[in-house]
């Protein structure tokens, strides 16, 4: 077994010992990408947890298989790829011209409650998160993080030890967005894009340049 490998196992390994002693029962999700994505990726989406109030039994725990979850799962009852968070999230994507299967997309505290205030032991589940995420950034060294939320943003902001921090106007009333700098690359925060869907939003346009600066495709711009 070949050390990324081992690594992948391991981890899944110590997810599943922390999610049976965290008190909560509906599972949990580490990825929406496939398990390589742990040793290298040049791109990080991280959202704060899994949501929803049941177990989906088609849902990979650790990682997928292949492909993203933003492609090929079914969400909420849309079809498959077109949950509005979904859609959301692949159009990024195509504006940073990476593929969705090789971002390293996950959630920050893996094991899933209907929201946070309903989160079992959050403190030990929130810690437990934070320390696996720091090994993971450490090990797959992206140059572009991105955090999805506020809560998520003030995690990784202090997590990356992000520095010169700027908000970005988002036209959208007085949603901002956060662009810094880490040791090795850029901190990118987002508000929720279930919430708000300012990718192809014209008047968002120009905060998501300011944003991504350096790192959209310059052939495909936000429309």
């Known amino acids: 077994m070949d050390d990324e490998s081992s690594y992948a196992e391991a981890l899944q390994k110590r997810i599943e010992d922390a ?3 965290s008190g909560n029962s509906l599972g949990w999700r580490l990825l929406a990408s496939p398990a390589h994505v742990v040793n290298h990726a040049g791109i990080a989406l991280l959202g704060l947890h899994p949501g929803g109030r049941v177990r989906p039994a088609d849902h990979a725990e650790f990682a997928m298989a ?11 009852n849309h079809p498959a790829g077109q949950n509005p968070l979904q859609v959301q999230v692949r159009t990024l994507f195509e504006l940073l011209d990476v593929r969705p ?3 390293l997309a996950g959630n920050l505290v893996p094991f899933r409650s209907p929201n946070i205030a309903s989160l079992q032991n959050s403190k030990a589940a929130f810690q437990f998160g934070e320390q696996i995420w720091d090994e993971i950034l450490n090990r797959a060294r992206p140059n572009l993080v991105i955090g999805m939320g506020r809560q998520t943003r003030e995690i990784l902001i202090r997590l ?21 700098i880490f040791a090795g690359g850029v901190f990118v925060g987002l508000p929720h894009l ?3 869907r300012i990718m192809g939003r014209s008047e968002s346009i120009p905060g998501i340049k300011a944003l991504f600066e350096g790192h959209m495709n310059s052939s495909a711009r936000p429309a």
């Open 19 to 21: 999610y049976v002693k």
């Open 66 to 76: 292949s492909g993203s979850a933003y492609e090929v799962e079914q969400w909420a």
């Open 101 to 103: 299967e090789d971002v």
């Open 160 to 180: 990356l030890g992000v520095k010169e921090a700027v908000s970005v106007p988002l036209g959208w009333g007085n949603i901002t967005g956060t662009r810094g």
């Open 194 to 196: 279930s919430r708000f």
